[in-house]
């Protein structure tokens, strides 16, 4: 498979991330293909959250952790450079974590919360009408247009995973970093992100962590598994469940360990 | 099947023991209200005698015409002994004596007080009642015995005829003592008021919140977000935990050596007071508001991390708001206890006796807690209601604080 430089949305190379003395990833090089949904997936503690926290460099809360290796935007701006800064980085790169986590204000306070403090609105009408996109795109507007001013906490687990992915699409990212997003989720909340996943890559980039190896093989186009904070295969999603590379992977996929 | 009797007894024998120790609290607790409202009721009324005032220009020398100030300057010490001559007629010298102080020595200030408001009653007559000495609201409120002999009586047989008789014509009746809530304290026990001391307290709050809240929010949210943990910011725990256990009277030695030795401040106002208290408040303040701060989930903060706020945006529109709650409990808790404290007030002279009521944090002043200790201290037996009723003022005010406390935690408290 040849591709540009260009048709990668984010490339990395020989990332080693430590906590303290402890190795969480073991030089792991992966190139992410844009407007593709990836997932990474394998056994827990395997180092993919972790992975997915790296590039949109969330790990730089934690003290201990170290992160090493390359690091590259669009194939040319360096995620850990100087010359890009945090914020602006998870401007383009956005996240949907685990649980649910919307700030217990207003529905519309959280979509608007980003798009505020980024300066991307200029007047209220223009706003809203991020916000009102936003929601349409995260599929919620149906069932909120008429309670926008309800605190977010009072909406279903799965109307609030769906607010995250608002309130993320709302600063116009490029690429989505997902974090088990269905883990906290009953079925059909599950099936409605699914769904809404498959309508989001369209216009962007997205790379999922997921437990669910059947999910993985739902919504992705690529798929690496990783083992011990190794990359043991990456590769088109049809091809890693039907005839992957690597014994350790097939025995994954058919459930012998993990 | 024994053993499961035996445990289930147990279990019946505990709950006993329970509902005992809390019986036993209850029944303390009731004793130290009965004692205080049966003593403290009695200051908030207070025995009047009637009579009639002829507001007599030739003793006050003063005519309609004059203004307020020679009003207010005017001497009314004669104008009251002429009636109480007035109104007890045929008395000889050693007679009106022991009347006149059957009225309260500041019987003067009382006319004084009404004429300022009614100027027009100069040269007429009106019928007013006269507050009575506390000597003798004590004889009417039953506080004194009257059938123990004369030499221990504070009120001789004399007075109790007289008295008798003012009684059986229906002059003596009792009023709802306002001047307890509208004046300052006094050397005499019937027109001491609490009020001067409400408003040093008041103050001394003011100062102590103003003071300790701001720097133990900065603190905390210094402590909690920002810096980094390390061999520095442990000690700095320690050293909050511990002045959070010192006792009060050091931090008053603090404001006496530091405040107003050093930096020169004014002894015995409400605004080194209010500073003392913040020094004891501040580490209740700071470990309330980081306990608070740490409650925040870190899902909120890595939700707007992840929008791409700064470290300092996400703790201001995040973070703060949520632990703000938490925060102005402990805070409104520190107070309370800061309100009740005496030890400190006493190390920086807040328990002087002081009439004036302060119209600000420099003016001198005492506090709830140090007026009460003052009056305790007096002999007059009408300074020991006043006690009580200070006390029951203080639980008022502390009862309200703690009762805002909670409900400031209900209403803000955030349902994840």
């Known amino acids: 498979m040849v591709e540009q430089v260009n048709s990668f949305a984010i490339k990395t190379k020989n990332v080693s991330v430590h906590y303290g003395n402890k190795m969480a990833i073991d030089d792991v090089t992966i190139n992410f293909t844009k407007n593709d949904v990836t997932s990474l997936i394998g056994p827990s503690g395997c180092g993919k959250s972790t992975f997915l926290r790296c590039l949109n460099r969330m790990n730089d809360v934690i003290d201990s952790c170290k992160v090493q290796g390359e690091f590259l935007l669009n194939g040319v701006t360096d995620i850990y450079g100087d010359s890009i800064q945090v914020e602006t980085l998870r401007e383009k ?40 996109e936003s929601l349409n795109r995260a599929g919620l507007y149906e069932e909120v247009k008429d309670r926008m001013d309800d605190i977010a906490t009072g909406l279903s687990g799965g109307q609030q995973q769906r607010l995250c992915i608002a ?5 116009r990212p490029e690429i989505i970093l997902m974090d088990e ?45 990783f083992h011990l904070g190794k990359l043991i295969e990456h590769g088109d999603t049809s091809k890693i469940f039907t005839k992957p590379d690597k014994e350790q992977t097939n025995d994954y996929i058919t459930g012998r360990f993990g | 099947m024994n053993s499961l009797n035996k445990r289930l007894s147990a279990e019946k024998r505990f709950q006993a023991y329970g509902l005992f120790a809390v019986a036993l609290s209850m029944f303390f607790v009731l004793i130290l209200m009965w004692k205080i409202f049966s003593t403290g009721s009695g200051a908030f009324v207070r025995t009047t005698i009637e009579a009639n005032v002829f507001f007599n220009p030739d003793f006050i020398q003063v005519n309609q015409n004059s203004l307020e100030k020679e009003l207010y300057r005017a001497s009314y010490v004669a104008l009251a002994d002429d009636v109480v001559r007035q109104n007890h007629p045929n008395l000889n010298e050693e007679q009106f004596i022991k009347v006149r102080e059957m ?31 506390s000597d003798l609201d004590q004889i009417v409120k039953g506080n004194y015995p009257r059938d123990v002999p004369e030499a221990q ?56 919140f103003s ?38 009277i050091v931090f008053g030695l603090l404001g006496l050596g530091m405040l107003i030795g050093v930096i020169g401040l004014p002894y015995q106002v409400p605004l080194v007071g209010g500073l003392v208290l913040g020094f004891m408040t501040l580490p209740t303040i700071i470990i309330a508001s980081r306990a608070s701060l740490r409650s925040v989930p870190p899902s909120i903060r890595e939700g707007a991390l992840a929008v791409g706020a700064t470290k300092m945006q996400t703790v201001f529109h995040h973070v703060i708001p949520l632990s703000l709650p938490g925060t102005l409990t402990g805070t409104i808790i520190g107070m309370a206890q800061a309100l009740g404290e005496t030890a400190p007030l006493l190390m920086i002279g807040m328990v002087a006796f002081v009439m004036e009521i302060p119209g600000g944090p420099l003016d001198p002043a005492t506090g709830l807690p140090s007026q009460i200790y003052l009056w305790s201290e007096s002999a007059e037996r009408g300074f020991l209601e006043k ?21 400031i935690r209900r209403r803000l408290e955030v349902k994840w």
């Open chain 1, 93 to 132: 790169i956005g996240m949907v974590f685990q649980k649910p986590n919307p700030f217990p204000k207003s529905i519309f306070e959280n979509v608007a919360y980003g798009p505020k403090i980024h300066g991307l609105a200029s007047t209220q009408s223009e706003l809203n009408d991020i916000v009102m």
């Open chain 1, 167 to 171: 309130r993320a699409i709302a600063i």
């Open chain 1, 181 to 225: 997003p269905c883990s906290a989720l009953d079925p059909i909340a599950t099936a409605r992100i699914e769904e809404l996943i498959n309508e989001l890559k369209e216009n962007y980039t997205i790379i999922i962590v997921t437990h669910s190896m059947s999910q993985a093989s739902r919504i992705s186009q690529r798929t690496a598994f």
């Open chain 2, 103 to 133: 009225y309260t020595r500041k019987f003067d200030y009382q006319l004084r007080d009404y004429l300022l408001d009614n100027p027009d009653k100069i040269g007429q007559s009106i019928i007013m009642k006269i507050t009575a000495s």
């Open chain 2, 153 to 208: 009586r504070k009120i001789n047989d004399y007075q109790l005829s007289v008295l008798d008789k003012l009684t059986s014509e229906g002059k003596v009746s009792s009023v709802f003592n306002f001047w307890f809530f509208t004046k300052g304290d006094s050397r005499d026990p019937e027109t001491a008021g609490i009020w001067g001391a409400v408003m040093g307290s008041l103050y001394a709050l003011i100062i102590c």
């Open chain 2, 211 to 248: 003071f300790a809240f701001p720097i133990g929010l900065l603190a905390s949210v210094y402590l909690e977000e920002f810096v980094k943990p390390g061999k520095v910011t442990d000690i700095i725990e320690v050293n909050i935990n511990n002045l959070a256990a010192v006792p009060s």
């Open chain 2, 387 to 407: 006690t009580s009723a200070g006390i029951m003022l203080l639980l008022l005010f502390l009862i309200i604080m703690n009762t805002a406390a909670v409900l």
